[in-house]
């Protein structure tokens, strides 16, 4: 056996002892690695789950100064832990102003009084936007009772502040929403007497008559109040639906005078309209109060005159589009476009025009609720809108409609009003509690060569009914005291056998539907009546065979 240069070999079982060691060790590091490695996934996940609860953690040394944050906590204040230094006041200067002095002592309460405390309050970062967090903290002391450490969280409830305040604003235009159906009924009474007769006024008047002017400034007054009835009960979800094939063409070929009037002699209208545009689903009255509530707008911006384009055309997108934040699905879309060249609207407000009350209008100009109405129809008919505007140049809305997937019935197809009204020879019975109302249908419809009879409500005009010998047409109001509209049908239905039936009301749609009214194929009309209108759907609805 040889040996080494210092003597005999180390004994083995030394050797083995040394081995046994070292794989000890080595397995002591391999656990050590894995804790390693467990605590670093461990943490990743602490760090992946405070950033999808945008939660945040904090901790001050109170003897040095020193402010620790979490990565959270530097997501939320949106600042870069490279470029800032971290401290109390630094805190401090990103609380809102008008929340900092609440904060500060509501802290140095807590430090004081040993206890834990909870605050919610915003934060008015560098880039100047707004927002809300929750904060909680208590405090550690040393043997004597001295404050050594702070630490809590910050939780960011900015998009829960968000939605809760969207419920209150949710709930706001429902009281708006009943506040608003439980005067409609009435008012479009009201206004159904002033319209009427001063249309009827103006249609007899020669165009130089001095008392002409007189009675179209209160024609087109009752014409602003009937809109600014449509847009609240439009807005809260409450008007009176009659969605139809329709055709965007005929709509504004049917209003352009309407237009032409609302815009003045000093705004030039110019109409582009594609011939080969498919029809729509959709409302005819809320596809005119888009036109309008765009139209006014554009006129508003162009206070010393202007041009105002409206254009229609079709397109189809293979593709989904997007812009704004706003999704457009692929398919077909007739598209109504309102353009003027008047102020624009300033890059910060985009974003808000179509919040409800909001304004750039003069107090007493502007209610608000004009753009977000039309955003409310647009979007409940499955379309879309955009604004394109440049401060000093104009605005161009983009309306973007689906095309339906049906053609016109030849019976719903709409012939323009025009200043002569389709006369006629049949018998009508209107029935109505109000009697401006039945005054008011018997002097438009009488001129034109109709027998007129009229009940105060659904008893009298029943008992018409059996003793007519002819009679053509009902029009009647849905909501009366004692035998209502639909009743007055009802009961006459076996013994009033090709009598056609028209009904009227100025009752939200929830009140009209409880009452059989929006059923398919039923006639319909909305008050406030106009004599125009209410003679073409009568004659529609007597020519229908």
């Known amino acids: 056996m040889s040996s080494n240069k210092h003597g005999r070999w180390p004994d083995p079982a030394y050797v083995r002892e040394l081995e046994n060691q070292v794989r000890h060790l080595k397995e002591q590091l391999a656990r050590l690695e894995d804790l390693q490695s467990a605590l670093q996934k461990s943490e990743s996940r602490l760090r992946e789950a405070q950033r999808l609860a945008h939660l945040g953690f904090w901790e ?22 490279d470029t800032f230094e971290a401290s109390y006041q630094a805190f401090l200067d990103l609380v809102h102003p008008d929340d900092r002095r609440l904060v500060d002592e509501t802290y140095k309460k807590s430090v004081e009084k040993k206890t834990h405390y909870e605050i919610e309050h915003r934060l008015l ?43 209150r604003q949710s709930q706001k235009m429902e009281a708006v929403g009943r506040l608003t159906g439980g ?21 007899s008047l020669p165009d130089d008559d001095p008392m002409h002017v007189n009675v179209k400034a209160v024609f087109e007054a009752a014409e602003k109040a009937s809109i600014l009835v449509k847009q609240l009960l439009a807005f809260s979800r409450k008007e009176v639906i009659d969605t139809r094939i329709v055709n965007l063409r005929t709509i504004v070929s049917n209003i352009s005078s309407l237009l032409e009037r609302l815009m003045g002699e000093d705004i030039i209208i110019d109409f582009n309209i594609d011939t080969e545009t498919n029809n729509i689903q959709a409302d005819v009255g809320q596809m005119e109060q888009i036109l309008l509530n765009l139209c006014v707008n554009a006129r508003d911006a162009m206070p010393g005159g202007g041009r105002l384009i409206i254009d229609i055309e079709q397109i189809e997108l293979e593709c989904d589009y997007y812009s704004g934040g706003r999704k457009l699905s692929s398919g077909k879309y007739v598209i109504l476009s309102v353009t003027d060249n008047g102020s624009g609207i300033p890059p910060e407000n985009i974003d808000k ?26 979007r409940r008919q499955k379309g879309q809108i955009f604004v394109y ?28 009003v025009t200043d002569t009204l389709p006369r006629g020879t049949e018998t009508i019975l209107v029935v109505d509690d109000e009697p401006g109302i039945r005054n008011l249908v018997q002097d438009t419809l009488a001129p034109l060569g109709y027998k007129v009879l009229s009940a105060s409500g659904g008893k009298e005009a029943f008992e ?38 028209l009904f009227m009301s100025g009752y939200t ?37």
């Open 60 to 81: 001050v040394d109170l003897l040095t100064g020193e402010l620790y944050w979490s990565d959270e906590t530097f997501r939320i204040f949106e600042v870069e832990p």
């Open 125 to 167: 970062l560098r880039n100047g936007k707004i927002k809300y967090v929750t904060e909680k903290g208590h405090t550690e002391y040393d043997g004597s009772g001295n404050p050594v450490r702070s630490m809590g969280i910050v939780w960011d409830i900015t998009e829960r502040h968000e939605l809760e305040e969207q419920l």
């Open 183 to 203: 005067i409609a009924h009435d008012f479009n009474n009201l206004l159904t007497t002033i319209l009427g007769y001063s249309e009827i006024a103006l249609l």
């Open 353 to 378: 025009i179509f919040e409800p009350f909001f304004t750039t209008k003069q107090q007493g100009h502007g209610t608000g609720l004009g753009l977000s109405t039309v955003y409310g129809i647009v």
């Open 389 to 416: 505007s440049q401060p000093g140049v104009g605005t161009t809305f983009k309306v973007y409609l689906p095309v339906a997937k049906e053609d016109m019935p030849e019976d719903q197809i709409q012939a323009p």
């Open 464 to 501: 018409i009914v059996l003793k007519s010998d002819k009679l053509d047409l009902i029009l009647t109001d849905v909501i009366m005291p004692g035998m209502n509209g639909m009743e007055l049908v009802n009961a006459l239905s076996g013994s009033a056998m090709g009598i056609k039936v």
């Open 509 to 545: 749609d929830n009140v009209i539907a409880r009452h059989g009214i929006l059923e398919k194929g039923i006639n319909f009309i909305s008050k406030p009546l106009v004599p125009s209108l209410l003679a073409v759907k009568i004659r529609q609805i007597l020519d229908r065979h």
